[in-house]
């Protein structure tokens, strides 16, 4: 996938020594449920990870291919009337912060979601305190469930309200 400043790709284990230093970074890690990676082995699993999982994991990158952060979908599942939901994960080296990076990566990998995969709701749970990421989802449009579940906020946006958006 490409945007106007970041390519997306597929995490393969070529990648483990960018996804190391990346995840070496308690503040990249800080609202993750995963320590900060310690060797390129922990790198090499992670990606493994999604790499098996039925979702996807990506590799962002900017204008001049440098790895900047991950996103993509995981646990997935299916209603009983066939519908698909997603759950939507991202992350951002500390030094690229503030700079509009996620909105733009995030709004692709939505559109795919929404357009190639065929999901009908992506959902997402944030820490919350990470107002980061909160802030990214409801400036997405993202719904915010009345209550905490788990002690995380939970978070959700349906296929059709997406489109209608796009298409304004």
Same mark, same amino acid.
């Given at each position: 996938? $490409? =945007?106007?400043r970041?390519?997306?790709?597929?995490? =393969?284990?070529?990648?483990?020594? /960018?996804?190391?230093?990346?995840?070496?970074?308690?503040?990249? =890690?800080?609202?993750? /449920?995963?320590?900060?990676?310690? /060797?390129?082995?922990? &790198?090499?699993?992670?990606?493994?990870f999604?790499?098996?999982?039925?979702?996807?994991?990506?590799?962002?990158?900017?204008?001049?291919?440098?790895?900047?952060?991950?996103?993509?979908?995981?646990?997935?599942?299916?209603?009983?009337? $066939?519908?698909?939901?997603?759950?939507?994960?991202?992350?951002?080296?500390? &030094?690229?912060?503030?700079?509009?990076?996620?909105?733009?990566?995030?709004?692709?990998?939505?559109?795919?979601?929404?357009?190639?995969?065929?999901?009908?709701?992506?959902?997402?749970?944030?820490e919350?305190?990470?107002?980061?990421?909160?802030?990214?989802?409801?400036?997405?449009?993202?719904?915010?469930a009345?209550?905490?579940?788990?002690?995380?906020?939970?978070?959700?946006? $349906?296929? /059709?309200?997406?489109?209608?958006?796009?298409?304004?």
């Open positions: 996938m $490409k =945007t106007n970041l390519s997306l790709r597929l995490l =393969t284990l070529e990648d483990a020594a /960018d996804v190391w230093q990346h995840f070496a970074d308690p503040a990249v =890690t800080e609202f993750m /449920d995963i320590e900060p990676c310690k /060797d390129i082995e922990t &790198a090499r699993e992670i990606i493994r999604h790499m098996m999982d039925s979702g996807c994991r990506y590799g962002i990158y900017n204008q001049i291919g440098v790895f900047i952060g991950t996103c993509g979908f995981h646990y997935l599942r299916q209603s009983k009337h $066939k519908h698909i939901t997603a759950e939507i994960g991202f992350d951002l080296a500390k &030094a690229y912060w503030g700079n509009g990076y996620m909105n733009e990566a995030v709004q692709a990998l939505i559109q795919s979601g929404f357009t190639e995969l065929g999901y009908h709701t992506i959902d997402a749970t944030v919350p305190g990470n107002s980061r990421s909160i802030r990214l989802l409801e400036k997405l449009g993202f719904e915010r009345e209550e905490m579940q788990e002690g995380l906020v939970y978070f959700q946006l $349906k296929r /059709d309200k997406w489109l209608k958006r796009v298409a304004k």
